[in-house]
């Protein structure tokens, strides 16, 4: 299997609960992204990994926590989620954060319901 | 600061005529430059991009685009437009100079493509 895989595809959550996005790379890279994308907006980036160490956090609200334990593999635990909240998740990869001439590389996203 | 505007939300063409997206951006420095396509249910997929040198780039499926300095514009490009070709498409820019992480993507063009 190559390139971002993420899971589940489609989540219908109510607003107390508690749930887990994933995304998976087999590219090889080493940096990894978590985008935000509603609709008729730019893409929000929410946070960005190199290496599993987090060097972005743009100012997103607590209720969203994100995990990288190694480089292939990027969590994004939810609670407590706001209706707003709804959109659709990517997921990113590329080589290095630092190569600034490298596209990114994106997953089909997890189509994200608050109830 | 970063910024990309696509000023058109919708671009229709018909098949086999040429289609352009338009795309204008600012940065402090010199610009790398991505065009993606977005197709339903889908994440975004890079098509092309101008990191220096020849103006005119070219990528995927056909498609070109046009760096242009002096009006700060790379409009993406394709002679004769095919009814697949329809998707959403973003331009993105990354400041080459002051370096880092953060990609600036425009808020993405509607192309429908009519047989």
């Known amino acids: 299997e190559t390139g971002v895989t993420q899971t589940p595809r489609h989540l219908v959550m109510g607003m107390t609960n508690k749930k887990s996005l994933k995304c998976e790379q087999h590219l090889g890279h080493n940096a990894m992204y978590w985008y935000k994308q509603s609709a008729k907006k730019p893409l929000e980036l929410m946070f960005v990994?190199?290496?599993?160490?987090?060097?972005e956090n743009n100012s997103v609200p607590s209720r969203f926590s994100p995990e990288c334990p190694n480089s292939s593999h990027l969590f994004l635990h939810l609670h407590t989620l706001q209706p707003e909240d709804s959109a659709l998740y990517l997921c990113a990869s590329s080589q290095d954060v630092s190569d600034g001439n490298q596209p990114q590389h994106f997953g089909d996203g997890t189509r994200l319901s608050i109830l | 600061a970063q910024s990309v505007a696509q000023p058109e939300d919708q671009v229709n063409v018909a098949e086999g005529n040429p289609l352009t997206v338009k795309c204008t951006y600012s940065?402090?420095?010199?610009?790398?430059l991505f065009w993606y396509v977005q197709y339903p249910n889908r994440g975004l997929q890079f098509l092309l991009k101008y990191i220096t040198g020849d103006n005119l780039v070219k990528g995927s499926y056909g498609f070109e685009a046009e760096f242009n300095k002096s009006q700060t514009s790379f409009h993406l490009k394709k002679p004769s437009a095919l009814v697949s070709d329809s998707a959403l498409y973003f331009c993105?820019?990354?400041?080459?100079?002051?370096?880092?992480?953060?990609?600036?993507f425009g808020a993405g063009t509607r192309l429908f493509v009519k047989a």
């Open positions: 940065v402090s420095g010199n610009p790398y």
């Open positions: 990994y190199s290496l599993e160490e987090r060097v």
């Open positions: 993105a820019v990354r400041d080459a100079n002051t370096g880092g992480f953060k990609t600036i």
